[in-house]
C-alpha cells in the first residue's frame, strides 16, 4: 500500500495559484512516483471557498503562526482582510490530512497558505510560515516545499 501525501494542488500542475497559473514541480511529481506514494492534493484557499483567479493576499503583522495564536493579520490586494478564510482552509487542509493518514505536506514555498520557511508579509519575503503550514507542523505533520526537490 502507498503512503498518502498531501501536495499543494499547484505543484502537481492544477491551476490553483491565486492567478489562475500553476507551478508543477516535475521534481515531485517523480519523487512520488518512484516512492511509491499517494498524492493527495490541496489548495486551502479553495477548500475555504475563495475563487480562482483570486486577488493575492499577504501578511500585513506576523504569519501562519501569529493567525493560529490570533495576532497575525492578513489582508488581500484590494484591503479585504483574509485571516478568517485562510484559517478555515487551514483547518479544512488539516482534515483532509487526518482523514488520509497524511504524516508528509509538500507545500508551495512562500504561499500565505502554504509557505513553509519563508511568506510574503506586504510585498517583503520574510521568515515565516504560511497559515496552513503552521497547522500541520502543530499536528505533527513532516512539512516539505518545492525547494527540497532542486
Known amino acids: ?13 492544477l491551476p490553483t495559484r491565486y492567478d489562475g497559473s500553476a507551478n508543477r514541480c516535475d521534481a515531485i511529481l ?5 516512492h511509491n506514494l499517494t498524492a493527495i492534493p490541496i489548495c486551502p484557499e479553495q477548500l475555504a471557498g475563495l475563487p480562482t483567479p483570486r486577488d493575492k493576499t499577504f501578511f ?3 504569519d501562519g503562526e501569529s493567525m493560529l495564536d490570533g495576532s497575525g493579520s492578513m489582508r ?6 483574509m485571516g478568517a478564510i485562510f484559517l478555515r482552509g487551514a483547518d479544512l487542509a488539516l482534515q ?55
Open 1 to 13: 500500500m502507498s503512503e498518502p501525501v498531501l501536495v499543494s494542488a499547484c505543484l502537481l500542475g
Open 30 to 34: 517523480n519523487h512520488l512516483l518512484r
Open 60 to 62: 500585513v503583522r506576523g
Open 76 to 81: 488581500d490586494e484590494k484591503d479585504n482582510e
Open 96 to 150: 483532509i490530512a487526518q482523514l488520509n493518514n497524511c504524516k508528509l505536506a509538500i507545500l508551495k514555498q512562500r504561499s500565505p497558505s502554504c509557505g513553509c520557511g519563508t511568506v510574503y508579509c506586504g510585498r517583503q519575503k520574510v521568515a515565516g510560515m504560511g497559515v496552513t503550514a503552521a497547522l500541520l507542523a502543530r499536528h505533527n505533520i513532516r512539512i516539505l516545499t518545492e525547494e527540497d526537490f532542486d
